[in-house]
């Protein structure tokens, strides 16, 4: 079950890495793609780009929480209950909470809850590293 076990956890890394491009993918068009002539092909095809990765943006993450959900269980039963694994764990459904929060309740207008689910990406970087460099420790 080893190997289960790092395969969920690498699929969650995976799924988390998708869903926190759609910060990039924005900041990339603002600072470079944003100015090119509208007829050029590359500013077309980085449109479709940003566009699928915007738009399932939740899709991604809600993958990622499935990925996770198998995770913590085979984790539990076969290995032991990783304090930095939890901790990530923990951060990650917050942020699902509140990017649905965002979504669902605040139709995508920017708030509080945009600052908060930015910041608790941020963290859950730091608690996915610790997580990973201590072997799942
Ligand atoms: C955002 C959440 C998480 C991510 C991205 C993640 C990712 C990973 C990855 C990539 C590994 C493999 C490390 C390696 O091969 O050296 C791993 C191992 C491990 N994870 Fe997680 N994990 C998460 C949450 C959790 C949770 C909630 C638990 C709770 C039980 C947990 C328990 C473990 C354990 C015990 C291992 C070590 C398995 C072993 O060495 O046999 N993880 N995790
Ligand atoms: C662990 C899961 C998640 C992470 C790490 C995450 C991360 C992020 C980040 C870094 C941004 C900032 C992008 C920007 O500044 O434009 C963002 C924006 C956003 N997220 Fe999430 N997110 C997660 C889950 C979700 C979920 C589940 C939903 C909806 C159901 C969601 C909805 C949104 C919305 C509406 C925005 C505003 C900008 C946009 O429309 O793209 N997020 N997310």
Known sequence: MRESGS?????ITAGFVLTLLNYPVKLVYRKL?????RESKFRGTYMKVQRFIVSNHR?????????LLAHLV???IYRWPSRTGLAAGLLM???L???AYGHYFKKKKRSAWLYIHRALAVLLIAAIVAHIVTGGR
């Not at 395969?7 to 699929?11: D, E, I, P």
């Not at 793609?33 to 002539?37: D, E, I, K, N, R």
């Not at 899709?59 to 990925?67: C, D, E, I």
């Open 74 to 76: 085979i984790q539990l």
């Open 59 to 67: 899709f991604f993450a809600f993958f990622t929480g499935l990925t």
């Open 93 to 95: 459904v917050i942020n």
């Open 33 to 37: 793609v944003a100015g090119l002539p």
């Open 7 to 11: 395969l969920f956890g690498w699929l």
């Open 97 to 99: 909470a509140v990017g």
